[in-house]
């Protein structure tokens, strides 16, 4: 008998300048330092080019996907860079969960980028 053992994938593009980071699947302590190394670099590298991170694919996050929001959001106020934060869907549980963490009014949530 095998564990079932939640997927997790980032996509990644850079459409005209525009850096995107779509997750998928469980943001959790296991694999939001992945996403949250790529993604730091990212803004601090962007150079005033847009960064994307798109939140409708992921089906779960945790208080660590919550902590690699606001570390993103704050690597993007110190370096100058324009980070937009797509918003989950409603009513999904990330959505419950960045509603319950109280970060949506300051992430500054978008409804597509």
Do not use: K
């Not at 996403?35 to 089906?59: C, K």
């Not at 704050?74 to 937009?84: F, Y």
Request: proline residues 6%; glycine residues 8%; charged residues 25%.
């Amino acid at each position: 008998m095998s564990a079932d053992i939640p997927s997790f994938d980032i996509e990644v593009s850079d459409d005209n300048g525009t850096t995107r980071f779509v997750p998928r699947g469980e943001l959790d302590l296991a694999t939001a330092p992945a996403l949250e190394d790529r993604v730091l670099t990212a803004v601090r590298d962007a150079a005033g080019r847009p960064v994307v991170l798109d939140l409708r694919e992921l089906t779960f996050m945790d208080s660590t996907g919550v902590r690699t929001l606001v570390a993103a959001h704050q690597a993007a106020a110190e370096h100058g860079s324009d980070l937009r934060v797509v918003r989950p869907a409603p009513g999904s549980p990330v959505s419950r969960v960045i509603e319950i963490s109280g970060i949506d009014d300051a992430l500054g949530l978008v409804d597509d980028a």
